[in-house]
């Protein structure tokens, strides 16, 4: 039962009431560390390709979530194209959090406090699972892409450079 004692996020409560498939994978990686994503997916045992991060961006005013792997780094330029937008700087650390309902390095894209217009990096769509934050530090969910991009009503784009 220590999966369940694990769960406890409103991403996990999401994919748990949504009944997909996924799977929980608990690390041990410092969120300081400098090429923290590398770390994490060594940790995981899996290809970075495979292991996305979640950042917060404000697109023309409003707050989009990008979600690109972590073999690159997020293309502002294409994450505002993609949204509908014209330009595009990385959110403030208190607002990501404030409207995510999550802390920096464990911010999911999944159960956020508020819904958020979101981008998924198109390179998802070529792979069977892909690893997202969980919801907290020390802990990622893999998933298809197809059931990321419908639980958060996301858009796929290259948004990586």
Same mark, same amino acid.
Do not use: C, W
């Given at each position: 039962?220590?999966?369940?004692?694990?769960? /406890?996020?409103?991403?996990?409560?999401?994919?748990?009431?949504?009944?997909?498939?996924?799977?929980?994978? =608990? @690390?041990?990686? !410092?969120?300081? #560390?400098?090429?923290? /994503?590398? $770390?994490? #997916?060594?940790?995981?045992?899996?290809?970075?390709?495979?292991?996305?991060?979640?950042?917060?961006?404000?697109?023309?005013?409003?707050?989009? %979530?990008?979600?690109?792997?972590?073999?690159?780094?997020?293309?502002?330029?294409?994450?505002?194209?993609?949204?509908?937008?014209?330009?595009? %700087?990385?959110?403030?650390?208190?607002?990501?959090?404030? !409207? !995510? /309902? @999550?802390?920096?390095?464990?911010?999911? =894209?999944? /159960?956020?406090?508020?819904?958020? =217009?979101?981008?998924?990096?198109? !390179?998802?769509?070529?792979?069977?699972?892909?690893?997202?934050?969980?919801?907290?530090?020390? $802990?990622?969910?893999?998933?298809? =892409?197809?059931?990321?991009?419908? $639980?958060?009503? #996301?858009?796929?784009?290259?948004?990586?450079?």
């Amino acid at each position: 039962m220590a999966k369940k004692a694990a769960a /406890g996020t409103p991403a996990t409560a999401l994919l748990t009431a949504q009944m997909v498939e996924h799977t929980l994978h =608990p @690390y041990d990686v !410092s969120p300081d #560390a400098p090429n923290y /994503g590398a $770390l994490v #997916a060594e940790a995981l045992g899996v290809a970075p390709e495979r292991v996305f991060k979640t950042l917060v961006a404000e697109v023309d005013g409003g707050l989009v %979530v990008g979600v690109v792997p972590v073999t690159g780094e997020l293309d502002l330029k294409a994450l505002a194209q993609a949204a509908g937008g014209k330009r595009a %700087v990385l959110a403030d650390r208190a607002a990501a959090e404030r !409207s !995510s /309902g @999550y802390v920096r390095g464990g911010i999911s =894209p999944l /159960g956020q406090r508020k819904k958020l =217009p979101t981008v998924v990096d198109d !390179s998802a769509l070529g792979l069977d699972r892909m690893y997202v934050s969980a919801g907290r530090r020390g $802990l990622q969910v893999s998933l298809r =892409p197809a059931d990321l991009l419908l $639980l958060t009503d #996301a858009v796929a784009a290259t948004i990586r450079t």
